[in-house]
């Protein structure tokens, strides 16, 4: 399987900082990268999928970038609602997903 | 929209099935993907059903132990986990697959939108 590596796995930052989340594929998977976001309590949400596309409904805060290996979810000017959990997830061969990225309150 | 069935509590070496109502046009059109995610941990992808004929597939890890089913009347998907384990202790979601024009997708190029609610089940003995 394809393993998806993220880092860091835990970060904290202020509202209105500029945040990045990267993910790395252990074999290059073209653009075949999704990112998610998950609230306690909560089932996963859609960001962005195709590793720039930004899913509808989603503020364009979040922008996503990379291909080949090396993937990043950035967050330009974090909000209140955005303190959560963030996944990538590759769909190039079987699926699966990287650990996670908690991203707190400083 | 997914709705799960409820939260469910079982002892080791049972099964447990969990239920996923979806809309008709969803039924129709899309493959639905089975999620779990172990308390404080990551996501783990269980494998997929195809609910116009039933054709599932399922992860290496699970395959021997699960079971995906549909019923074609009520537009739920079923997964059923058997001998449980422990480590089976977890949430578990049930998520529509889309392609990247937004149509039915089976693995290759998907992504997941929207997901259900989540069911917990618990092994405890």
């Known amino acids: 399987d394809i393993q998806m590596t993220q880092s860091p796995s835990s970060l904290s930052a202020s509202v209105g900082d500029r945040v990045t989340i990267t993910c790395r594929a252990s074999?290059?998977?073209?653009?075949?990268v999704n990112w998610y976001q998950q609230k306690p309590g909560q089932a996963p949400k859609a960001l962005i999928y195709?590793?720039?596309s930004l899913q509808s409904g989603v503020p364009s805060r979040f922008s996503g970038s990379g291909s080949g290996a090396d993937f990043t979810l950035t967050i330009s000017s974090l909000q209140p609602e955005d303190f959560a959990t963030y996944y990538c997830?590759?769909?190039?061969?079987?699926?699966?997903f990287g650990g996670g990225t908690k991203v707190e309150i400083k | 929209q997914l709705v799960q069935s409820g939260a469910e509590v079982k002892k080791p070496g049972a099964s447990v099935k969990v239920s996923c109502k979806t809309s008709?046009?969803?039924?129709?059109?899309?493959?639905v993907h089975w999620v779990r995610q172990a308390p404080g941990q990551g996501l783990e992808w269980m494998g997929i059903?195809?609910?116009?004929?039933?054709?599932?597939s399922y992860s290496q890890k699970l395959r021997g132990r699960v079971t995906m089913t549909r019923d074609t009347s009520t537009s739920t998907v079923y997964m059923e986990l058997s001998s449980l384990k422990f480590e089976d202790t977890a949430i578990y979601y049930c998520?529509?697959?889309?392609?990247?024009?937004?149509?039915?997708?089976?693995?290759?190029?998907?992504?997941?939108?929207?997901w259900g609610q989540g069911t917990l089940v618990t092994v405890s003995s």
């Open positions: 998520a529509r697959a889309v392609g990247l024009d937004g149509g039915n997708c089976y693995t290759f190029g998907c992504w997941f939108d929207p």
């Open positions: 074999q290059s998977i073209s653009n075949y």
């Open positions: 008709g046009d969803t039924f129709k059109n899309y493959y």
């Open positions: 997830q590759q769909s190039y061969a079987a699926l699966t």
């Open positions: 059903i195809n609910p116009r004929d039933g054709s599932s």
């Open positions: 195709a590793a720039s």
